[in-house]
Nanobody
Framework: QVQLVESGGGSVQAGGSLRLSCAVS????????MGWFRQAPGKERDVAAW???????TYADSVKGRFTIDQDNAKNTLDLQMSWLKPEDTGMYYC???????????????WGQGTQVTVSS
């Protein structure tokens, strides 16, 4: 059974940084799709960044150049380094895992409980 536990959320001013971490159990990181999703109030949950099996990383256009996703296969953790944060980055951030579909897509099937990120202007 896959379990994902996020930590590291909080409140920060615009331009600041936060690092989120996800403790992963029940799956080998190198064999699974791993990602960070976020959901702003009143909006749908969208993917911010993910790692495809083999290490290929992909970012949403809105976070490119500001966020970095990284996984430590030995520690079984998935991190999201967020820099130059903007008020529109505010939301609940979720760690997710899934399996590959085709050569570059993922199907997501497990979610953590989420951690809140609030960016003030």
């Amino acid at each position: 059974q896959v379990q994902l536990v996020e930590s590291g959320g909080g409140s920060v001013q615009a331009g600041g940084s936060l690092r989120l971490s996800c403790a992963v159990s029940g799956v080998a990181l190198g064999n699974a799709c791993m990602g960070w999703f976020r959901q702003a109030p009143g909006k749908e949950r969208d993917v911010a960044a993910w790692i495809y099996p083999g290490g290929i990383t992909t970012y949403a256009d809105s976070v490119k150049g500001r966020f970095t996703i990284d996984q430590d296969n030995a520690k079984n953790t998935l991190d999201l380094q967020m820099s130059w944060l903007k008020p529109e980055d505010t939301g609940m951030y979720y760690c997710a895992s899934g399996y590959r579909v085709g050569s570059s897509s993922c199907s997501w099937n497990t979610w953590g409980q989420g951690t809140q990120v609030t960016v003030s202007s």
